[in-house]
């Protein structure tokens, strides 16, 4: 089944580390995206690549760092430079490289929990 | 900078009412928009897609109408189940994909 796959589901990190979430998808679209949730909040943008070895910030993209080598895998590392990194991250990718007709298809979610 | 409000955060109703979800939006000139589900802990589950051109899409008990000129889109569910508590959010196209903070909702048996 084509789908988005993120991992881990859950992940712990202690302040000061970097730590990479995982966001592969098997659909051969072009644009990806990663998001952040907290509680009571909508989904804000952090990142997004709408073609290999491109892509622009978000919204809060301050203390993250995203890479495209390769058009399934889009993954996002949180930096120890992030101040309040403990939340939901949730990938997504659309077919078009424009976001004018997009619709967008979302991973299960990772859980960051900075100890 | 564009705005989605949802209204209400949060709604519980009994089994079987019809009810209606709201998403307000600040502009007009959209590309589409999406409503989703999510359940705890879940990542999200797209329900319903309305383009700009139209004006509503239905989806099994699901129905959802877009109001452009006045910035609104309603999700109606009808004759609610259990199974339909979640958080319910709307998700505007403008060039750059802008999303509510979501109704929670919870169905009682």
């Known amino acids: 089944d084509g789908g988005i796959t993120q991992s881990p589901k859950y992940l712990f990190r202690k302040e000061g580390q970097n730590v990479t979430l995982s966001c592969e998808q098997n659909?051969?679209?072009?644009?990806m995206y990663w998001y952040r949730q907290d509680p009571g909040q909508g989904l804000r943008l952090i990142y997004y690549?709408?073609?290999?070895?491109?892509?622009q910030k978000g919204d809060i993209a301050e203390g993250y760092s995203v890479s495209r080598e390769k058009k399934e895998s889009f993954p996002l590392t949180v930096t120890s430079a992030q101040k309040n990194p403990t939340a939901f991250y949730l990938c997504?990718?659309?077919?078009?490289?424009?976001?004018?007709?997009?619709?967008?298809?979302f991973g299960a979610g990772s859980r960051l929990t900075v100890l | 900078k564009q705005e989605v409000t949802q209204i209400p955060a949060a709604l519980s109703v009994p089994e079987g009412e019809n009810l209606v979800l709201n998403c307000s939006f600040t502009?007009?000139?959209?590309?589409?928009l999406q409503w989703f589900r999510q359940d705890p802990g879940k990542g999200l589950t797209s329900l319903l897609l309305?383009?700009?051109?139209?004006r509503e899409q239905t989806s099994g008990r699901l129905n959802a109408s877009l109001d452009k000129s006045s910035g609104r889109s309603t999700l109606y569910i009808a004759a609610s189940q259990p199974g339909d508590s979640a958080t319910y959010l709307c998700?505007?196209?403008?060039?750059?994909?802008?999303f509510g903070s979501g109704t929670k909702l919870n169905v009682k048996p």
């Open positions: 690549s709408q073609i290999v070895n491109d892509f």
């Open positions: 997504a990718s659309s077919m078009d490289r424009g976001f004018g007709a997009n619709v967008l298809t």
């Open positions: 998700a505007v196209n403008f060039n750059k994909f802008y």
């Open positions: 502009d007009s000139a959209i590309y589409n």
């Open positions: 309305i383009q700009s051109s139209q």
């Open positions: 659909l051969n679209h072009d644009a």
